[in-house]
């Protein structure tokens, strides 16, 4: 009988996840494009969970569950897109049948080419199950119609151009996935207002009750963990709304409640940067100076100059 909770099983090449989903071997050993219709899952012998060491890009038909990927009535329903990263680890729900596409892309196929670099600029793969990209009906046709043409370039023999050809498709797929997220953040306003209000009403908190003292300073983490996302889709919402990421955000808050302390009370820099959370008062400092351009001691002689 199967044990629980298992460790993870990785999963080094494409082709070894087709042998594992029972899928003939792919055509390109550094991508793959897969129609989810066509997975064979052993319920009883999968494995729970995979860390994959390769990108994986899905497209659902059905997003099952509302609440799990996170789908309010502010989203469009025709299906919507997954994004995995090398390593991340992926949970098996061997119950869970849907239609759609799985591209699935080796990082060794983009070795050589911009986009190895610039891959990471795409935060969606730090997104959680729960921040998927919900599509609309038009965004549907792109996203398939850019999948159709990875499908079609797969089926022709490889030779000099395959590769280029290949990823200029894939740039084009994940430059449209932006796009689309940034209009997600758009019709999710309302919504993410409140989440940034709720953000705004932690870090009042943390820094209210002194727990900078105990737990040192907020971090981007510690809000999105409070917020149930992830760090990143919090970094990329606050900055869709804003213009600031959460970084600069808790800077802020803690450069202002740094102001109230100089002005309204005799601590000295030091204590004002242990009540902030900071481990050396050096780096309060230099962050203080970095946003005011005047050191503490200067901000405070302002108003305390005789």
């Known amino acids: 009988m199967k044990k629980p909770n298992q460790p993870p099983v990785t999963i080094h090449a494409i082709s070894e996840l087709h042998r594992l989903v029972g899928l003939p071997a792919p055509a390109h050993p550094l991508i793959s494009l897969v129609d989810n219709t066509k997975l064979y899952i052993d319920k009883e012998h ?25 789908q309010g009535y502010y989203d469009f329903d025709q299906g919507g897109m997954i994004f995995t990263a090398p390593h991340q680890l992926l949970a098996i729900d061997k119950d869970t049948e849907y239609y759609g596409l799985s591209l699935l892309i080796h990082p060794d196929l983009l070795r050589g080419y911009p986009l190895a670099t610039s891959i990471s600029k795409y935060g969606f793969f730090s997104y959680d199950t729960n921040e998927a990209l919900h599509l609309s009906a038009k965004e549907k046709e792109t996203i398939i ?15 000099d151009f395959s590769q280029d050809v290949l990823i200029s498709y894939v740039e084009v797929l994940l430059n449209y996935s932006n796009r689309f997220y940034k209009r997600q953040f758009i019709t999710r306003k309302a919504v993410n207002h409140d989440l940034l209000t ?38 990329d919402m606050l900055r869709s709304l804003t213009g600031q990421s959460a970084q600069q955000h808790i800077h802020q808050k803690l450069i202002d409640k740094a102001k109230e302390y100089l002005t309204n009370t005799n601590l000295s820099v030091a204590e004002i940067a242990y009540e902030l959370g900071f481990e050396y008062p050096q780096s309060f400092n230099k962050l203080f100076k970095s946003k005011t351009m005047l050191t503490p001691v200067a901000f405070k002689a302002q108003f305390f100059s005789s």
Do not use: W
């Not at 002194?210 to 981007?220: A, I, S």
């Open 198 to 235: 709720k953000m705004e009403t932690l870090l009042t908190h943390h820094l209210d009750t002194r727990r900078g003292l105990q737990t040192g300073l907020p971090t981007v983490e510690y809000l999105a963990d409070q917020l149930h996302l992830s760090p990143r889709y919090l970094s």
């Open 145 to 159: 119609g850019v999948l159709e043409n990875i499908g079609h370039e797969l089926k022709c023999s490889i030779d």
């Open 46 to 70: 999968f494995p729970e969970t995979l860390l994959l060491d390769f990108y994986k890009i899905s497209y659902k038909h059905t997003l099952n569950g509302r609440i799990g990927y996170g």
